[in-house]
């Protein structure tokens, strides 16, 4: 089934609890946030402080994204601080089977990422061990950002290999993912859409959720 994650990284910060509220209302069902730490990408954002009070206002699984060298060192603090998901770049792991090895055993869903210019291809070997794959269909560190189409081709390519080799990972995909972009993703082979500036940028992030998320099950077929 096709999910909505709405991400924190395009909600007003002042109300935050209420946007997500609003947000879980049209039918998010799991909380994407980025966590950037100004040098893999070029943002500072939020980290396992703020995870920590998530977890006190929202029941929703919290889906953590690490944008930041040496995620190993964190992985522990987002555990504790009630994480659900982790998810590590590819770019970023000097010793990949070893992050997501220690994801899992702190008790959350381990995630694997790739940037734009990286091939999917390049993960086949720790495809078994992930509950999904994040695709980044824009470079990471900005919301707002546009789709970049050639995300697609790598959406299919990971859709034809969790069916050869027989797995269950879910793919997700984040940057531009919006009203127009959203059923040519779905149709490609994505089952976890996170979207930003969709759902919080007009300030009705109940209304545009619902509406985001009622065009990606039709294109799903649902």
Same mark, same amino acid.
């Given at each position: ?15 935050? =609890? ?11 069902? @799991?909380? /994407? #946030?980025? *966590? +950037? ?12 402080v703020?995870?920590?009070s ?53 008790g ?8 734009? =210019? ?11 061990? @992930?509950? /999904? #794959?994040? *695709? +980044? ?32 990972f ?32 007009a ?20």
């Amino acid at each position: 089934m096709v999910e909505l994650l709405p991400s924190i990284l395009s909600a007003d910060f002042a109300h935050l =609890a209420g946007q997500i509220a609003a947000a879980s209302r049209g039918g998010g069902s @799991v909380v /994407h #946030v980025d *966590v +950037m730490d100004g040098h893999f990408v070029p943002n500072i954002t939020i980290g396992p402080v703020v995870v920590k009070s998530l977890r006190k206002v929202t029941r929703l699984p919290l889906d953590c994204h690490l944008m930041i060298e040496n995620p190993d060192a964190f992985i522990p603090a987002f555990a504790e601080a009630g994480a659900d998901w982790v998810s590590v770049h590819y770019e970023t792991c000097r010793h990949l089977h070893r992050s997501l090895e220690l994801i899992a055993c702190h008790g959350m869903k381990p995630g694997v990422v790739v940037n734009p =210019a990286t091939r999917v291809d390049l993960l086949v070997e720790i495809l078994p061990m @992930v509950h /999904h #794959v994040l *695709v +980044m269909s824009v470079n990471p560190g900005f919301g707002g950002q546009k789709f970049i189409e050639f995300s697609l081709d790598k959406i299919r390519r990971l859709a034809q290999l969790r069916q050869e080799l027989g797995l269950a990972f879910r793919i997700e995909v984040d940057g531009g993912v919006t009203c127009e972009t959203v059923a040519r993703i779905v149709r490609a082979g994505a089952d976890l859409l996170v979207a930003g500036n969709a759902i919080f940028g007009a300030g009705r992030p109940e209304e545009d959720a619902r509406a985001l998320l009622a065009l990606a099950r039709q294109a799903a077929g649902e």
